[in-house]
């Protein structure tokens, strides 16, 4: 299984910006389909992006279409989250996800990936 670790989170303010890492080994990095879920306390965990193997295709969460961009490295096997423009609401726990074998249908669905990291905290004070 792929072993995934995020980085990059912290404590900023209303409409400054965070980029989180997410750092993959032991599995076939290109291959898989990488994405950012998160969750704050008391709600269900949210689709925040992700993207296709080759990094052609990106998919964003209505809340933070705009305002991230996800990218990839498959030289450096890492996935990035870059986030501007940030909002109390999107204070949570930032969680890194691979997958494979999904299509653009499913690509939103956390139950079709198999390896999550032990995600970040990301806190947006107002």
């Known amino acids: 299984q792929v072993q995934l670790v995020e980085s990059g989170g912290g404590l900023v303010q209303t409409g400054e910006s965070l980029r989180l890492s997410c750092a993959a080994s032991g599995g076939t990095f290109s291959t898989y389909t990488m994405a950012w879920f998160r969750q704050a306390p008391g709600k269900e965990r949210e689709f925040v992006s992700a993207i296709t193997g080759n990094g052609i295709q990106t998919s964003y969460g209505d809340s933070v279409k705009d305002r991230f961009t996800i990218s990839r490295d498959n030289t450096k096997n890492t996935v990035y989250l870059q986030m501007n423009r940030l909002k109390p609401e999107d204070t949570a726990v930032y969680y890194c996800?691979?997958?494979?074998?999904?299509?653009?249908?499913?690509?939103?669905?956390?139950?079709?990936?198999?390896?999550w990291g032990q995600g970040t905290q990301v806190t947006v004070s107002s």
């Open positions: 996800a691979g997958g494979t074998m999904l299509t653009l249908l499913t690509i939103d669905r956390g139950s079709e990936y198999h390896s």
